[in-house]
């Protein structure tokens, strides 16, 4: 069945499926049980190895905890996510700097600079590839650049979709759906999950496993009455006889397992075909694709992927492979993230640590256009006023800046709201505009009345937005808040 993001309905999923996928219980409260039972295998894991070195570890200084989303995910997301963190136990503080975050296609693009480009005679400056992330919820990509042996610089937005394995397990049981029809199986969900998933399992194993597309005779017969007994005492009279006559075998030839994945298939090889083209636009010359996660095992996959871009016009001898361990790529280039990121931030303030010293991500490319809600001077109307673009290309410490100042003498703080849109150009009524979260500056300095003019400073390359406020006369640093404004 999905994962849990999907589950819960984070990301841009469509009505259909949110409804579909929909827990009995808050989705808030899930994600929070499933890391602390997360959090307690790290932390015993920890005590362990401290007990075993004699060493003293405190769990909330001493350990970062980094978490890996899908690239799709928002900061309203990763929001929920921080807030679900904290209630699970894993942090102590909901600005803790103990948890960052990274998406699961850069993750896995660390761990294959580290590990593979070398077995691939790529390990040179320059050198463009693709991670296709194939989970069993979503599907993510990210195309980057080798700037250096240690650093990596992406150069077309990343993207994502709902599109994993785990849609092939839902188009099987759609299929039963039309044999059995729909009450039997939303009766089985609803009393027998267990032996629900037996019948996937049994699918997983039999067929989306075993699957390559090869062999036009490929077929698979599930005995009804063996996986999930129960189903038969929930059908139709008239289902029961149709099915006694078939033994309660269900069948399924090659077209109708072939039909349960190809419209999934279709939806990553346009996903890889955009970011092809949005590679070649900016004149880059892509010379590799590396297939990652659970779902990229599949011989299916592997197959189309590679009849569809072997032999692309616009990248010509493109390679394609999925590297040893591809469904521990993630959490092993995570874990590679997280030393680069301690080191890089425990020595921001040593000018002579900070010499060489480089965050293994170089930058990142803008999937949205924020900005700030602006009073028109003369007109009482406001406008959106933007700060950065999307697809600018952001560097780990680039800030981008916006000038404002009290409208009261006596005022002590401000509070400015940011919006962002998936476009390049948009106004403030546009209907895709969407409010991200408030910014606060206090204003201590009241004495001085409207000759307060403030320049705030957002950081929009990192996972988690970061601000910051100074007086433009004096240099006067002001403390300053940024509260996502995360919709239940």
Known sequence: MPDIRVAVGLGNLNGKLKEKYKLPINYKKAITDY????????????????????????????????LTVPAEYTQKEKAIMRECALDAGLINDIDSKKLEFTTEPEAAAIYCKDNVLKDYDLDTRGTIFMIVDCGGGTVDLTTLKLLNENQLGEITERAGDYCGSSFIDNAFLDHLRKILEDRPMDLLRENYYGQMQNMVQEFCQKVKFEFTGDDLTFNYEMNLTEVAPVIAQYVSDEVRQRME???????????????????????????????????????????????????SQSEYLQKRIKDEFLDHKDHPGISISVP???????????????????????????????????????????????????????????????????????????EFTAKVKPTLPFQKSGVFEIYFVDKYEANLDDPEMRLLGKLKIDWPDKHLGLNRPTTFKLTFCRMEITARASNDINGQNYHTSFEIVAED
Not at 47 to 64: G, H, Q, R, T, Y
Not at 259 to 269: A, G, N, T
Not at 336 to 343: L, M
Request: glycine share 6%.
């Open 35 to 66: 890391l602390q039972e997360i959090g307690k295998h790290i932390k015993d894991t920890i005590k362990d190895v401290s007990d075993k070195a004699k060493w003293e570890i405190d769990f909330m200084e001493n350990v970062l905890l980094v």
């Open 245 to 295: 006559e078939a033994e309660w075998l269900i069948k399924l030839d090659y077209e109708a397992i072939k039909s349960m994945f190809d419209p999934i298939v279709e939806r990553i090889l346009r996903m890889i075909r955009v970011q092809l083209e949005n590679c070649h636009e900016k004149g880059s010359q892509c010379s590799a694709m590396f297939l990652v996660g659970g779902f």
């Open 324 to 398: 040893t361990n591809p469904i521990a790529a993630v959490s092993r280039g995570a874990a590679i993230y997280g030393v680069s990121f301690a080191n890089f931030v425990n020595n921001m303030n040593d000018d002579d640590e900070m010499d060489g010293l480089m965050f293994v991500i170089d930058s990142r490319v803008l999937r949205h256009t924020y900005g700030i809600k602006v009073l028109n001077p003369g007109d009482s109307a406001f406008s959106f006023h933007p700060i950065a673009k999307k697809g600018t290309i952001a560097k780990i410490n680039d």
